[in-house]
């Protein structure tokens, strides 16, 4: 396969342009960065470059992409220093971002170098198409002059946001080592015909959601490539089913252009609930640049350092706020801002900018604005949704510098209505005031949905530009599970609405006032409801939301974002916090689970090619005994004085867990330690699943964590929302047998089972895992009382009986 190899005068600019094209090649494309000088400084460096290129090279050849000027001459002489016996290197001419992100797209689907560096100078073309204007290429991915008897096939693209970037990487992916030529035209829009090979050419087709398009086939293979693209376009183009929803019209409008009265927006679902009430804008003050006297380079430099300083404040007053309200997971956004603090992508071309003169506020407004619009220019909508991240951090350091600091104020309560909301605005929301949160812009992946569904509020994002011409005090009726705004409604379907939202509320306060009640079937039969929690300050709202103790505390939290590992006494000190906020309740303390998406920053830890199948969870503890050793004594301690309980994450084999524990007796022996503490294992390798009955006699208790559980059971990376339908729909069966067999297993040697992965937070599993026999059940705390609720609805024939729905379908 085509390695690539990036050249820039940024080490991040490279690193980032690999970040990006990796989204395209995935980690099978070999792709280099080779950026910056030795030293960290701004630069090119031809050694570099040559290491870089011998990293990526391959029979296949390898082709070197550059940013500008020095990098051009910096490539020249890497390719002569090269081993004169590898591949072919071949210098591009490409624009470097998007020629590198074709470049990853068409290496992966097994082009030849030639091919590949066509695609790349090619890819300039969607953007000046999408622009309207532009020089035509002279060399774009041309398509096949004349396919002569070739076989046809017509194709309606339904996904809703057509043959977008991923379905246009699957789309030549799915041509792949087929001996056929194949051209493809949009038949609704009168585009093409273009190389279907080429993913700059299907993107300048142009294919929407709801286009036909006409795909021509011809060689010794023709029929296998057009069965390929039928499967394909039968898989919804590998889309999830949920970006399915065909685009309504656009709701009618009036002679001001708002959206007509009982006219309906439809949006991106993103936090559920329904909200009826007016229009409302939030006031955000924008900060405004003068244009005055600028200081010497030291004084702007000092001004800008301060007010980062004053906004890393900010951010942790408003990260400490979510953590609260919300929880550690949501809160991390906020980790993430003060990362972007510290960017160079942002630092770097300020401090360029106030080295030639200008003041801090200009300086660090425009390196600001020039990061967010690449962001916005990306295809990948999850990282075009990080241009709010970038907008938000900046307008925050801005509003110090220009002495008006952030501030969200809600005249009056209502409906938000915002072209997109930005994070810090999303968390300065009180519930109270802010019914929903409806945007123009926006996706269900954006940080703002991610605060609004932890929070509570209901909200739907993406309903165009339609929405920002509603007039304030318009009334609303938003539907955050239908993600629609309905504007000015008649009378009967505000009253249809509000019946259905008292209901809901009913429910869900019902749910919340008996919260506080143990966990139990309609029958009696007791399931302990605890919570999940990742730091000190989750724990006495997780019991405020009916949590009977802590199921799993990740003890990452006490590791991660220090240069250092926390001591014995540091981790003493906040474990005896968390016990005492739980107030004599149990508090299951899961051993340090770093690695994979987790590196610990004071740990050198070697590069992994796929870190979740990596040195992480006890491998790591294991190869890391100081660590792992120092955290067991700080358990133990605390163990003497109240109810704890230990376990260890990501356990294999029998051989793990008695080296585990070996540790631990060590430690306990060491300490003259005679606390009780009950020693359980996590269920989150199959192959553990699959041991339980050998593995029961040397353990107290299981948790099954059935996130990464599913992850290995089906081969489907957690975080990866193009696999959702594997890891929802189709992982229940096999997940559920798996844990059945475990409880089977355990209750043999009179084990107990828990389950501690999000399916736990869901009612209906919920009520299957208990149908298994799972005695308890630990979840984000917000979930509790929906889950005691439907405990409370079934009994142990009925849960028994959903789980057999679920197990044999
Ligand atoms: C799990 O894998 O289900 C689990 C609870 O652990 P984590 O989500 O922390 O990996
Ligand atoms: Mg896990």
């Not at 005691?788 to 142990?796: M, N, Q």
């Amino acid at each position: 396969m085509v390695g690539l190899v990036i050249v820039s005068h940024s080490a991040a600019l490279a690193e980032g342009v690999v970040a990006l094209a990796r989204e395209m090649g995935g980690e099978e494309v070999a792709i280099e960065a080779a950026g910056g000088m030795e030293d960290g400084a701004i630069g090119t460096d031809a050694e570099r470059v040559r290491g870089a290129i011998g990293r990526a090279r391959s029979d296949d050849g390898v082709l070197v992409l550059m940013d500008l000027g020095s990098a051009l001459m910096s490539a020249e002489i890497a390719v002569e220093m090269a081993d004169p016996d590898g591949g072919p290197i071949l210098l591009s001419d490409a624009p470097l971002v998007e020629g590198a992100v074709a470049a990853a797209a068409s290496a992966r689907g097994g082009a030849t170098l030639d091919e590949v560096a066509r695609e790349a100078r090619g890819a300039i073309r969607m953007k000046s198409e999408q622009l309207g204007g532009g020089e035509p290429d002279p060399d774009p991915a041309q398509p096949p002059a004349d396919l002569g008897s070739a076989q046809q096939l017509r194709l309606l693209v339904e996904n809703r946001l057509g043959l977008h970037a991923r379905p246009a990487a699957r789309f030549v992916g799915a041509l792949r080592g087929l001996d056929a030529e194949v051209q493809v035209s949009n038949a609704t829009q009168g585009r093409g015909p273009a190389d279907g090979r080429s993913l700059t050419g299907l993107a300048v087709l142009g294919v929407r959601g709801g286009d036909e398009i006409r795909v021509l086939a011809r060689g010794p293979e023709a029929a296998a490539a057009l069965d390929a693209l039928r499967a394909l376009a039968d898989s919804n183009w590998g889309d999830e089913p949920t970006d399915d929803r065909p685009d309504e019209p656009p709701a009618p409008q009036g002679d001001s252009g708002a959206p007509e009265a009982g006219s309906r927006l439809a949006g991106v679902a993103a936090s559920p609930g329904i909200a009826i009430g007016p229009a409302r804008r939030l006031q955000v003050p924008e900060p405004v640049v003068e244009d005055g006297p600028v200081g010497s380079v030291e004084e702007e430099r000092e001004r800008l350092d301060a007010a980062r300083a004053a906004v890393r404040c900010d951010l942790d007053a408003a990260r400490a706020a979510i953590a609260g309200r919300a929880g550690a997971a949501e809160a991390d956004i906020f980790d993430a801002h003060a990362l972007l603090l510290d960017d160079d992508a942002l630092l770097a071309p300020a401090a360029a900018a106030i080295g030639d003169g200008s003041g801090a506020a200009r300086a660090w407004q425009s390196a600001a604005a020039a990061a967010a619009a690449s962001f916005r220019a990306l295809e990948d909508p999850y990282l075009r949704e990080r241009a709010v991240d970038v907008e938000d951090v900046a307008r925050r350091v801005l509003g110090h510098l220009a002495g008006t600091p952030f501030a969200a104020v809600l005249d009056e309560p209502g409906i938000v209505l915002a072209d997109e909301l930005t994070p810090g605005e999303a968390a300065a929301l009180d519930p109270d005031r802010a019914y929903a949160i409806a945007t123009a812009r926006g996706g269900a992946t954006g940080h703002a949905a991610i605060l609004a569904r932890a929070l509570g509020i209901p909200a739907v994002v993406g309903l165009s530009e339609s929405l920002l011409a509603v007039e304030d005090g318009t009334p609303l009726v938003l539907d955050g599970e239908q993600g629609t705004v309905e504007i000015d409604p008649d009378p009967a379907t505000i009253a249809a609405r509000e019946e259905r939202r008292r209901a809901d509320d009913a429910a869900r306060a019902e749910a919340l006032q008996r919260a506080g009640e143990p966990g139990a079937l309609r029958d009696g039969r007791r399931v302990e409801v605890v919570a999940n929690i990742g730091s000190a300050a989750e724990a006495r709202p997780a019991v405020e939301q009916g949590a009977e103790g802590v199921g799993l505390l990740r003890t990452e939290f006490l590791f991660l974002d220090r240069v250092d590992p926390p001591s014995e006494d540091e981790q003493v000190a906040v474990l005896t916090e968390i016990a005492e906020a739980l107030d004599g309740r149990p508090l299951i303390v899961r051993t340090l689970d770093a690695g994979a998406d987790k590196p610990l920053p004071f740990l050198r830890q070697a590069p992994e090619a796929n870190p979740f199948l990596g040195l992480r969870g006890i491998r790591l503890s294991l190869a890391e005994p100081e660590l792992f050793r120092t955290q067991l004594r700080a358990v133990l301690r605390v163990a003497a004085e109240h109810p704890l309980k230990l376990m260890f994450p990501m356990v294999a084999t029998l051989g793990e867990l008695r080296a585990a524990r070996a540790h631990l007796d060590a430690e306990r022996a060491a300490l003259g330690s005679a606390a009780e503490l009950e020693v359980g294992v996590m269920v989150e390798v199959p192959a553990l699943a699959l041991a339980a009955a050998q593995v029961s006699p040397e353990v107290d208790f299981f948790s099954i964590g059935t996130n990464d559980l599913t992850q290995y059971t089906m081969a489907a990376e957690r975080g990866n929302a193009t696999l959702a339908p594997l890891l929802d729909a189709a992982s229940r069966a096999p997940v559920l047998r798996l844990v059945a067999a475990v409880v089977e297993a355990a209750e043999a040697h009179g084990r107990w089972v828990g389950v501690c992965g999000e399916l736990a937070g869901d009612p209906e599993a919920a009520v299957a895992l208990v149908g298994v026999g799972v005695r308890e059940l630990s979840m984000a705390a917000g979930r509790i009382p929906a889950v005691k609720a439907a405990l409370r609805e079934t009994d142990g024939e009925a849960a028994a009986a959903a789980a057999q729905r679920v197990l044999r379908p």
